[in-house]
């Protein structure tokens, strides 16, 4: 992680902390809590890729690598179905597929390869209803058995320590993308529904995302000093 993604990370963190703490104000809001939900799952994605780029013996990269592929790929299927057992009030589909990121990264490997094959079974029984509605097809579900395929037997290989580092760096420009997107897209147009209602909430998030602005930029965004500002000292 370069300079200038360490300050973006950390400024979303600070966002990440704001929303955190206003929460029961926008978890009502639908639209704006889906949004929040893709950021933080953004950020939490960045944290492990940066560590894969940290690990210099290669140990475990590859594992890791793929763990986290396939946490975000198992994440966004079990949303599908949970939010189609939600439309449809089956509280039993509800709870097969009711994992957050970082729970479908917890534990033992064959916990986390059970829970994702069992989103896949969820997912694959319900397949007609997720097509068009909730973006889920029979080619996504395909590629969430390879990559529970590819975590079952990857196995760490120190030689392959740059191939890995690059893959993570590539993704890791993926995730900053995808979080500046929805912080500039969702989060930033609907926090003026709180402007009135909430004003100490829209402040700080407001103030947060200022915050953000000015620390994602390098030194060479910044404007050049004015010069006919300056004044010289008078010839002696």
């Not at 600070?14 to 926008?26: C, I």
């Amino acid at each position: 992680m370069d300079k200038r993604q360490t300050r973006k990370l950390s400024a979303y963190q600070g966002l990440a902390s704001t929303l955190e703490a206003h929460k029961p104000k926008w978890t009502p809001l639908g639209a704006f809590k889906r949004a929040v939900a893709v950021l933080i799952d953004c950020l939490d994605s960045i944290v492990d890729l940066a560590r894969i780029q940290e690990d210099q013996s290669g140990a475990g990269a590859e594992k890791e690598l793929c763990l986290v592929t396939l946490a975000t790929e198992a994440h966004l299927v079990a949303s599908a179905v949970f939010a189609f057992a939600s439309d449809t009030n089956d509280a039993g589909l509800a709870a097969r597929v009711n994992f957050t990121r970082s729970d479908l990264k917890r534990g033992r490997e064959a916990q986390i390869i059970s829970r994702c094959e069992n989103i896949l079974a969820a997912a694959t029984q319900t397949l007609d209803s997720l097509d068009d509605d909730y973006g889920i097809t029979k080619e996504k579900l395909d590629g969430l058995q390879e990559k529970i395929d590819a975590f079952r037997t990857a196995q760490p290989k120190p030689r392959r320590t740059r191939a890995n580092t690059k893959t993570a760096t590539e993704q890791m420009k993926q995730c900053f993308d995808k979080a500046d997107q929805v912080a500039r897209e969702k989060l930033d147009k609907l926090i003026v529904q709180f402007e009135v209602s909430e004003p100490v909430f829209f402040g700080e998030f407001t103030a947060a995302r200022k915050i953000g602005a000015v620390g994602s930029r390098s030194s060479k965004d910044k404007p050049a000093a004015d010069k006919s500002a300056i004044t010289l000292p008078k010839a002696a």
